[in-house]
């Protein structure tokens, strides 16, 4: 079990501020805290903790769109080569963006799941 992921996953549930993991034990700021509510808690998280963890890594992954958002031209660098294009009549710029969009969404192709 990984602690900081196993901390994640209780204060997704209990608030932070009632608890502390020490390692892999969990240690009420206050005994009020400790109680048959948040006890049922820490016992469901740490029984279902293999497929509360996968779910909560794959959260954290990019996804396609942000990856693609991410080497994508920024909107000034595609209203420059718009505006050399359609009113200076030159095209390179935006044959040049659109190129590199291209190449973006296939190296990031949409993924369907089935």
């Given amino acids: ?3 900081n992921i196993l901390c994640t996953l209780l204060a997704q549930r209990i608030p932070p501020e009632q608890f ?3 390692g892999l034990e969990v240690h009420w700021m206050d005994e009020a805290y400790n109680t048959p509510e948040n006890q049922a808690i820490v016992s469901d998280v740490v029984a ?7 779910a909560y890594i794959k959260s954290q992954l990019p996804t396609y769109e942000d ?9 000034h ?21 659109q ?3 291209e190449a973006i969404k296939i190296k990031y192709s949409k993924i369907k799941d089935n």
Avoid: F
């Fill in 67 to 75: 990856l693609r958002r991410a080497e994508m031209p920024s909107e």
């Fill in 1 to 3: 079990m990984n602690a």
């Fill in 48 to 54: 279902n903790y293999d497929t509360l963890e996968a």
């Fill in 77 to 97: 660098e595609l209203i420059v080569a718009l505006w050399e294009k359609v009113i200076e009549g030159r095209p390179e710029s935006a044959t040049i963006l």
């Fill in 20 to 22: 502390q993991l020490w």
């Fill in 99 to 101: 190129a590199k969009r």
